[in-house]
């Protein structure tokens, strides 16, 4: 086995030594018996970008910080291969303690364990199929009559969420916020103005209903938004539609990955909504790596940035998608 990580050339040595285990730079070449290793600090985006381009399995070490654990999910990290300090323990993401600490921190044999286990099971970064299902919770629809003068809801009970939203249009584009700063929700409010269809808002927090209302209830009752937050559904009264145009916040990846998996799959187009480059760069090269992107909308401050680094497929107009999805 070879351990690609984010260290300097001297702990490189200091780790083989001690392990016996060949350590690289995480630049290097990897080949098929590699495991990436990105640690927590100040390039930890930029080197999990790196990383999960290589093919590999990679092990994350967090440490104690939520925040490096939340970005190692949302690029798909298998909990089991992130590793955080809990009191004088090294246990992963999912709970398993794997080893004791070392002088207060997480020792290089905790990480060669956890690397060896990610080799052995093959756990590359791939959306689902190393995340464990949480809890089954009954998930509803809430319904609001459009015009009404009181809200009115009937609760419906639903195996999966994602039948809810699947069954609403015969096809779907999938509008991504790729970044924090990034206009998702207007960008799928005129693309699903442009194809006369149903704007569904994917969300932990939603946003994007302030387009067609004071509120949700308003939104809703207009028949041309849907709001989702992977457990529960609210939605007006609309007529039959062909498109529906879901807009995805990332950071609802991790507590519903089967939806947005099922949505991805069904979608004819993948859309990414960004903003800053920097953080857009990031976010695009780690989606490319393993899934499919069609388009990519810039604002047009960044736009000659994206526009060099990704081509014909970067627009600041998704309007013009309408003709290409006629």
Not at 273 to 283: F, M, P, Q, R, W
Not at 287 to 304: E, F, H, I, M, T
Request: charge should be neutral; charged fraction near 25%.
């Amino acid at each position: 086995m070879q351990i690609l990580i984010n260290t300097s050339k001297t702990s490189l040595e200091t780790f083989k030594r001690a392990t016996g285990v060949e350590f690289r730079p995480l630049e290097s070449t990897s080949d098929r018996d590699a495991v990436a290793v990105v640690v927590q600090g100040n390039s930890f985006e930029k080197d999990i970008s790196t990383a999960i381009q290589f093919g590999v399995p990679v092990v994350v070490v967090a440490g104690n910080d939520r925040e490096c654990v939340e970005q190692a999910t949302k690029y798909f990290i298998p909990e089991s291969c992130i590793l955080t300090k809990q009191n004088n323990s090294v246990v992963t993401a999912d709970g398993k303690k794997i080893a004791e600490t070392v002088g207060g921190g997480i020792g290089v044999r905790a990480v060669v364990k956890a690397a060896e286990y990610a080799l052995k099971n093959k756990l590359c970064p791939e959306p689902l199929v190393w995340i464990e299902s949480e809890p089954t919770i009954e998930p509803v629809i809430s319904t609001v009559e459009k015009n009404s003068v009181k809200e009115k809801k009937n609760v419906i009970p639903l195996h999966n969420p994602a039948e809810g939203i699947l069954d609403i249009a015969k096809r779907i584009v999938v509008v991504f916020k790729a970044t924090p700063d990034a206009e998702s929700g207007k960008a799928a409010y005129d693309l699903a103005t442009s194809l006369n269809g149903v704007h569904a808002e994917l969300a932990n927090k939603q946003c994007s209903y302030c387009l067609y209302g004071n509120t949700i209830e308003d939104a809703v009752a207009t028949g041309k938004y849907i709001t989702c937050d992977g457990k529960t559904m609210t939605k007006g009264s609309f007529v039959e539609t062909d498109w529906l145009v879901v807009e995805i916040d990332t950071s609802i990846l991790a507590s519903s990955p089967k939806l947005v998996d099922s949505i991805y799959k069904k979608a004819d187009k993948i859309v990414h909504v960004v903003g800053d480059y920097e953080k857009g760069k990031l976010a695009i090269d780690a989606w490319r790596s393993s899934w499919r992107l069609d388009a990519v909308v810039s604002n047009k401050q960044n736009y000659g940035k994206y526009k060099k680094a990704y081509g014909d497929i970067v627009i600041t107009d998704i309007g013009v998608l309408t003709e290409q999805l006629a």
